[in-house]
């Protein structure tokens, strides 16, 4: 490996193809405002860089980023890229992360709006995210205490696994398919409507009309707060273990739960069960 330190680049394409090489303490800044720095690379390693022009990793493999930063001028920072670390860096611009695979990230801090479109393979853990549309049309997550602030969440993903996380954003989930989250907290309106055989086990749900229109939906001990009319048209096997404000037509399956304060039966189409215990609320 050949090592460069403390250099600063700002020309186009500054180290266009290289491969087997660590830049370490460098800055991709300045007055030329060169863009695509590493473009099409190999075995690339940056250490403790600051990065503040466009499009620095397009289109390469083996790529290692730690102690670093990206800022909002920054923008699409990796994309067509595979076999990617980011471990402790700041990625504070637009469309950081798209169209990569094999990706693992740490520590990171994300500030990023349409974050992680259309990548495949993505461990994320220890990592906080602010994004809208946040990893949109993405497959084989695999996240572990990450927390997100943000809106359109995790739409249209397929095949993933999120652990011990907290999620604050509207419409997250929406078209998920086979997707689990365990142990975490998820907060926002209209959860996961139209998703496919999504379950939650040991969640908390907080906001207004979650997981509507589903199929093979499935809770697991989890606490649902200030939701209502929850379960419109879905498929659902659910036990729940706090009070529902209300429960609106679920199209089959069954629902246990303490306590509903309004269950709605308007669509003759409805016929999923709601088994409560008695209570005040629904006597």
Not at 58 to 79: G, I, P, Y
Not at 118 to 125: A, I, K, L, P, Y
Not at 207 to 216: A, E, I, N, R, V
Not at 237 to 266: F, M, W
């Amino acid at each position: 490996m050949t090592t460069i330190t403390n250099r600063t680049f700002d020309e186009e394409r500054a180290l266009y193809g290289e491969r087997d090489i660590t830049v370490q303490n460098c800055k991709f800044d300045g007055p030329a405002d060169g863009e695509s720095a590493f473009k099409e690379c190999g075995n690339i390693a940056a250490k403790d860089c600051f990065f503040n022009l466009r499009y620095p990793f397009w289109h390469d493999d083996k790529l290692k980023v730690a102690d670093s930063e990206m800022t909002e001028l920054c923008r699409a920072a990796l994309w067509y890229s595979n076999d990617i670390e980011i471990t402790n860096t700041k990625l504070y611009g637009i469309k950081a992360l798209r169209e990569c695979s094999n990706v693992k990230m740490s520590g990171c801090d994300i500030i990023s709006p349409e974050f992680g479109w259309s990548v495949r393979g993505v461990e994320m853990t220890d990592c906080t995210a602010q994004s809208e549309y946040f990893m949109m049309r993405s497959e084989h997550l695999k996240f572990s205490r990450v927390h997100l602030k943000g809106k359109y969440s995790f739409q249209y993903i397929e095949n993933s696994v999120f652990e011990d996380c907290v999620f604050d954003t509207k419409d997250a989930f929406w078209h998920a398919k086979n997707v689990t989250i365990r142990n975490s907290v998820v907060k926002g309106e209209y959860l996961a409507w139209y998703c496919e055989n999504v379950t939650f086990e040991n969640c908390r749900i907080i906001g207004t009309q979650p997981l509507c229109y589903c199929k093979g939906l499935k809770l697991v001990n989890c606490e649902m707060i200030d939701t209502d009319l929850c379960f419109e048209k879905s498929e659902v096997e659910a036990t729940i273990t706090t009070s529902v404000l209300s429960i609106k037509n679920p199209l089959s399956g069954h629902i246990y739960v303490p306590c509903v304060q309004k269950i709605i039966r308007d669509d003759e189409a409805s016929h999923g069960e709601i088994i409560t215990k008695e209570c005040c609320c629904c006597a």
